[in-house]
């Protein structure tokens, strides 16, 4: 049965979608301010770190004994962009229609922003402290480049991690790893001419050899029983300066998401020994697979709270996406977890919605957890 509550966090979803925060063009501010102003007025007291010019991570602390590591709740305040699609509603509406949040980020994951914070709030309010603090880590710039979790890391934010829960989207149930991604940029060089002269070496056609080269390869690489086999995606293509020119340079983004245990340099070799002439690669970002053993403690800990809940077993799976745990849990061994409101496989879809129940049980299941692993 669900706990009293000071507020709804389905509301607080609907408040947070209102607030546009997209990445790109990035601008997480004033959604940082909203969530910092929340948290201030439930007596919690927030860091705002406004570490770019309108980039900023939150974080609150909900002080336990300290005779335990910290337990992290980790959510990030960006979004994608709205996209070209059509949608049937405003995509920054923020209303709750036949129980269902709307717009941009209530799936992904201002959902689990707002079910943190009502977790947090809840925790504070206890007779009695945990045997570990709770820190609320909300951060900027996940979707594009990590850029919150990245600035985290360098302020040497990793020491006060002892377990990690996300709330990225997993429709409540467990997600215990997710892909690596990796992240190449192709160049073409060719020779720069023009069509009533010297020809010159087109790029472009340099990159499309290669290009269909790439279409051929079958990754042949370890699988993994939670994940779909690996992918490879051509996400950009830039070149050419005139209609009537020769391009001598193009460029392809691609990204390439694999299990656990693959090192990137070997990727990067079976992609290189497809290229043609004149097309070269770099690894211009990768971040590491997450993995977790689905019969860990932690993992069991959340699978109770989600049964005592809701009634069901959630399910253990694993997922293609990347969150902040790439970048936080980078080099260090802790518990980890992805357990969220939002629904797996909404994230950046038009006509976005998260179930408004799913929020108020994440928020309840949140409390469950902190209380049983920090008992």
Same mark, same amino acid.
């Given at each position: 049965?669900?706990?009293?509550?000071?507020?709804?966090?389905?509301?607080?979803?609907?408040?947070?979608?209102?607030?546009? /925060?997209? #990445?790109?063009?990035?601008?997480?501010?004033?959604?940082?301010?909203?969530?910092?102003?929340?948290?201030?007025?439930?007596?919690? +007291?927030?860091?705002?770190? +406004?570490?770019?010019?309108?980039?900023?991570?939150?974080?609150?602390?909900?002080?336990?004994?300290?005779?335990?590591?910290?337990?992290?709740?980790?959510?990030?305040? $960006?979004?994608?962009?709205?996209? #070209?699609?059509?949608?049937?509603?405003?995509?920054?509406?923020?209303?709750?229609?036949?129980?269902?949040?709307?717009?941009?980020?209530?799936? #992904?994951?201002?959902?689990?922003? %707002?079910?943190?914070?009502?977790?947090?709030?809840?925790?504070?309010?206890?007779?009695?402290?945990?045997?570990?603090?709770?820190?609320?880590?909300?951060?900027?710039?996940?979707?594009?480049?990590?850029?919150?979790?990245?600035?985290?890391?360098?302020?040497?934010?990793?020491?006060?991690?002892? %377990?990690?829960? !996300?709330?990225?989207?997993?429709? *409540?149930?467990?997600?215990?790893?997710?892909?690596?991604?990796?992240?190449?940029?192709?160049?073409?060089?060719?020779?720069?001419?023009?069509?009533?002269?010297?020809?010159?070496?087109?790029?472009?056609?340099?990159?499309?050899?290669?290009?269909?080269?790439?279409? /051929? *390869?079958?990754?042949?690489?370890?699988?993994?029983?939670?994940?779909?086999?690996?992918?490879?995606?051509?996400?950009?293509?830039?070149?050419?300066?005139?209609?009537?020119?020769?391009?001598?340079?193009?460029?392809?983004?691609?990204?390439?998401?694999?299990?656990?245990?693959?090192?990137?340099? #070997?990727?990067?070799?079976?992609?290189?020994?497809?290229?043609?002439?004149?097309?070269?690669?770099?690894?211009?970002?990768?971040?590491?697979?997450? +993995?977790?053993?689905?019969?860990?403690?932690?993992?069991? !800990?959340?699978?109770?709270?989600?049964?005592?809940?809701?009634?069901?077993?959630?399910?253990?799976?694993?997922? /293609?996406?990347?969150? $902040?745990?790439?970048? *936080?849990?980078?080099?260090?061994?802790?518990?980890?977890?992805? *357990?969220?409101?939002?629904?797996?496989?909404?994230?950046?879809?038009?006509?976005?919605?998260?179930?408004? +129940?799913?929020?108020?049980?994440?928020?309840?299941?949140?409390?469950?957890?902190?209380?049983?692993?920090?008992?």
């Amino acid at each position: 049965m669900a706990a009293a509550r000071i507020f709804d966090p389905a509301e607080l979803t609907a408040e947070l979608v209102r607030i546009p /925060s997209s #990445d790109p063009p990035g601008g997480e501010l004033a959604v940082a301010q909203k969530v910092a102003d929340t948290l201030r007025a439930l007596n919690l +007291e927030p860091e705002l770190d +406004e570490f770019q010019p309108g980039r900023a991570n939150v974080l609150a602390r909900i002080k336990g004994r300290g005779s335990k590591p910290p337990l992290v709740f980790s959510a990030h305040l $960006d979004t994608v962009p709205t996209g #070209d699609q059509p949608w049937s509603f405003d995509p920054f509406a923020g209303d709750i229609v036949a129980g269902r949040v709307r717009g941009r980020g209530a799936s #992904d994951m201002k959902s689990a922003v %707002a079910a943190f914070i009502a977790a947090g709030d809840r925790l504070n309010r206890r007779g009695s402290p945990l045997n570990g603090d709770v820190i609320l880590a909300f951060t900027a710039g996940e979707s594009a480049n990590c850029l919150g979790a990245r600035h985290l890391v360098a302020k040497g934010f990793q020491k006060e991690i002892g %377990a990690f829960l !996300c709330g990225e989207p997993s429709t *409540l149930d467990l997600i215990v790893v997710e892909k690596a991604i990796l992240w190449i940029e192709a160049e073409a060089r060719g020779e720069l001419g023009h069509v009533s002269g010297a020809a010159g070496v087109n790029a472009i056609g340099l990159m499309a050899d290669a290009l269909i080269a790439l279409r /051929s *390869l079958k990754l042949d690489l370890p699988s993994h029983p939670l994940l779909s086999p690996p992918s490879i995606n051509v996400g950009r293509i830039t070149g050419g300066t005139a209609v009537n020119v020769t391009p001598d340079r193009c460029r392809a983004e691609i990204d390439v998401r694999f299990g656990p245990g693959i090192r990137p340099e #070997d990727v990067m070799a079976k992609l290189a020994a497809l290229m043609p002439p004149r097309v070269s690669l770099r690894m211009t970002d990768f971040k590491p697979a997450v +993995e977790e053993k689905p019969d860990s403690p932690f993992v069991a !800990c959340c699978s109770e709270a989600v049964a005592r809940r809701t009634g069901r077993n959630a399910a253990v799976k694993g997922v /293609s996406y990347y969150s $902040d745990g790439a970048i *936080l849990l980078d080099g260090i061994n802790v518990p980890f977890c992805i *357990l969220g409101p939002g629904d797996l496989g909404m994230s950046g879809q038009a006509d976005e919605t998260a179930s408004a +129940e799913a929020i108020r049980a994440a928020a309840d299941i949140y409390v469950r957890i902190a209380e049983e692993w920090q008992a």
